[in-house]
């Protein structure tokens, strides 16, 4: 049985996917997948600014650490994280208190901003949450959003051009 829960923090939409929370966040390990990863996937994207289409930033990691990007062009870059950065991201997934996370975190008078969505399955249940840039967010989510955006920058510069990772 699977249920949505919804939270507030920021430009943040938190959408919880399942059951229950116990133990998945005491620990980084307590998290892990099968794989050794504390997440079964991550979907980061943006959207908004002035002409409401976001930048085309786009990015998909898999849980086993393979990671597909991709801007306007639409073109897909895809490479592989090595153990010990999927093991820094899994870590930096860890340290999020997901339960407390508000459902959003929005800059109080701020228009046209492109703001972040983010997603992150966790042993199957989903968080999904928006931040703008400029909303003040915990210091755990704030460094998994900078760690995003350091692979994005990477695979768009070392990825090769390949197929799409997502399902269909």
């Known amino acids: 049985m699977r249920q949505r829960r ?48 976001g930048t ?13 990007a991709r801007n306007r062009d639409g073109a897909p870059r895809i490479l592989s994280l090595g153990q010990e950065e999927l093991s820094e991201l899994s870590s930096i997934v860890g340290a999020v208190d997901w339960p407390s996370i508000p459902r959003e975190y929005l800059s109080p008078g701020a228009a046209d901003l492109v703001s972040n969505d983010l997603t992150v399955v966790i042993r199957g249940m989903e968080h999904e949450t928006r931040v703008d840039g400029l909303a003040k967010i915990p210091h755990s989510l704030r460094e998994l959003l900078g760690r995003l955006e350091a692979v994005y920058r990477r695979a768009m510069s070392e990825g090769r051009k390949g197929r799409s990772i997502a399902a269909p």
């Open 56 to 68: 085309g930033k786009s990015l998909l990691v898999s849980g086993d650490g393979i990671v597909e």
């Open 6 to 53: 919804f939270f507030l923090g920021g430009s943040v939409a938190i959408a919880v996917a399942a059951a229950e929370f116990a133990g998945v966040w005491d620990s980084p390990a307590a998290g892990a997948t099968a794989t050794g990863a504390a997440f079964d996937k991550i979907i980061y994207r943006d959207r908004g600014g002035f002409t409401g289409g």
